[in-house]
């Protein structure tokens, strides 16, 4: 099974908003609501920053929103700011007890 | 508070097998399964499989089938992750994870370094 497609990087300045999306099949984003995002800095774990489509963790800003549209997921970030410059992921349940993970996306705030 | 632990970085040669331990508080470890996740250096993240602690059940990405055990000693709270016929290809930082909402809770990861 290949990975949700996600672009390789994104840029923005600060205060500026950018959308990152995650691109499925009908067999994983577009048939569950099980999409989840991570931001990973170097040499770091991965943090949940929305799960369930939509679903921030408390502790995550408001700055960060999720959203699907069929086969596509998409991470806002508005209000840019420097430190959220990583890389981010999204990850689906894909059936019968799996998940699948893009490809990741490198964020860039210029 | 949730805490993964992992157990440390391993060294591996080609053709072995390593076991990743993953030990849990702060939660009753049977109520949330433990995801497996791998992470080459300067890759993605890879899913590689599901375990229910409660029950046992297990289930794999395909392309680990065969080479992957997924277990957990429920009196010591402790998922395992055993792969086998280990490949260079394998070098990689091992994470588990808890699923309930998301994977919000992460261990530290684990290195493991396949070479001769």
């Known amino acids: 099974q290949s990975a949700l497609t996600q672009p390789r990087s994104v840029s923005g300045s600060p205060g500026q908003s950018v959308t990152i999306s995650c691109t499925g099949t009908?067999?994983?984003?577009?048939?569950?609501?099980?999409v989840s995002w991570y931001q990973q800095h170097p040499g770091k774990a991965p943090k949940l920053i929305i799960f369930?489509?939509?679903r921030r963790p408390s502790g995550v800003p408001d700055r960060f929103s999720g959203s699907k549209s069929g086969n596509t997921a998409s991470l806002t970030i508005s209000g840019l700011q420097a430190e959220d410059e990583a890389d981010y992921y999204c990850c689906s349940y894909a059936g019968t007890y799996s998940f699948i993970f893009g490809g990741g996306t490198k964020l860039t705030v210029l | 508070q949730v805490q993964l632990v992992q157990s440390g970085a391993e060294v591996k040669e080609p053709g072995a097998s390593v076991k990743v331990s993953c030990k849990a508080s702060?939660?009753?470890?049977?109520?949330?399964?433990i995801i497996w996740v791998r992470q080459a250096t300067g890759q993605g993240l890879e899913w590689m499989g599901w375990?229910?602690?409660?029950?046992?059940?297990?289930n794999f990405a395909q392309k680990f089938q065969g080479r992957v055990t997924m277990t957990r000693d429920t009196s010591i709270s402790t998922a395992y992750m055993e792969l086998t016929s280990l490949r260079s290809e394998d070098t990689a930082v091992y994470y588990c994870?808890?699923?309930?909402?998301?994977?919000?809770?992460w261990g530290q990861g684990t290195l493991v370094t396949v070479s001769s």
């Open positions: 994870a808890r699923n309930a909402e998301g994977l919000r809770y």
């Open positions: 369930d489509v939509t």
């Open positions: 375990l229910n602690t409660n029950s046992g059940y297990t």
């Open positions: 702060g939660y009753t470890f049977t109520t949330h399964e």
């Open positions: 009908s067999s994983d984003v577009g048939a569950y609501n099980y």
